[in-house]
């Protein structure tokens, strides 16, 4: 037994594992969880949303999401989401925060907020 558990231990030290963890928005009724992966450094895996009056998040399609910036040490984040003809998205939606402060852009509305770095 304890020749397996030490290979086992050789094989898997050598990789680097992932950890996950959530970023969050708050702002005018709107909550934004950001949910982050660490490999080299952390990136931006998924985008959920939750409308005012909802209770379950949605998540953004992925393939209408862009990271435009996204750097844990400035706190600095701008993401975009436009997917025309998706029904999950009524309008584009952009968000942008520095520090703390945030601002989510649906459509022609301007929401003000919230950001939570703490993962």
């Given amino acids: 037994m304890r020749p397996l558990l030490t290979l086992l231990f050789a094989l898997t030290s050598g990789l680097c594992l992932s950890a996950t963890g959530t970023l969050n928005f708050e702002g005018e009724g709107y909550s934004i969880e950001i949910v982050v992966g660490d490999d080299t450094r952390p990136v931006v895996a ?3 949303v939750v409308p005012p009056g909802a209770t379950d998040w949605v998540p953004l ?9 996204f750097d844990t040490r400035a706190q600095v984040l701008r993401l975009r989401c436009e997917a025309p003809g998706d029904p999950a998205l009524t309008a584009p939606l952009s968000l942008t925060v520095r520090k703390r402060k945030g601002v989510l852009r649906l459509g022609d509305h301007v929401l003000r ?3 939570d770095w703490t993962m």
């Fill in 61 to 69: 399609p992925h393939g209408c999401l862009r990271v435009e910036r």
């Fill in 46 to 48: 998924e985008v959920r």
């Fill in 113 to 115: 907020g919230v950001f």
